[in-house]
């Protein structure tokens, strides 16, 4: 059983706030072991999507920022990140749905950007996302970017 919460910076407690920076940092930092600034000064404006399963234990996070924060005509999806424990069961994919439908009530239907790391290319295409531009590096890993253009309504 996966539970969601979708909270803003003021809303998490310290130990939500805890868990989900702990997460970042063990797969983020050390599991792919790439040294960058993870506390970059928009988790305050930004909200938090937390996965918890069902003795409370956080599971896969992902962080939505309002457009403007990074990008001028995009809302954002970034910190997309499962635990180590729940990988290959689907949670990802349900994380990234529960963040498109979060974007959606947040902010309507205001096109989402993301930062893709390049070998999951096809597991965002697959939720909808259309890649835009050429691949690049950031913090040494090979990223590109896609967008999610809400469907059209007849």
Not at 9 to 18: G, K, M, R, S, V
Not at 81 to 95: H, P, Y
Request: with cysteine; proline share 4%.
């Amino acid at each position: 059983m996966l539970r969601f919460k979708c909270l803003s910076f003021t809303e998490l407690q310290i130990p939500e706030l805890y868990a989900l920076l702990k997460l970042r940092q063990d797969v983020f930092i050390l599991e792919q072991d790439c040294l960058y600034p993870d506390l970059d000064n928009r988790d305050q404006d930004s909200y938090h999507l937390l996965a918890l399963d069902a003795q409370d234990n956080l599971v896969a996070y992902a962080r939505i920022l309002p457009q403007g924060l990074v990008h001028q005509d995009y809302v954002a999806i970034g910190r997309v990140v499962n635990s180590d424990q729940v990988r290959r069961q689907g949670i990802g994919q349900k994380l990234m749905q529960e963040a498109i439908a979060s974007c959606h009530q947040l902010f309507g239907r205001i096109p989402i950007k993301i930062s893709a790391q390049c070998y999951l290319l096809k597991f965002y295409e697959n939720l909808g996302f259309k890649s835009v531009g050429n691949d690049y590096l950031e913090d040494g890993i090979p990223h590109i970017g896609m967008i999610y253009q809400w469907p059209t309504t007849s």
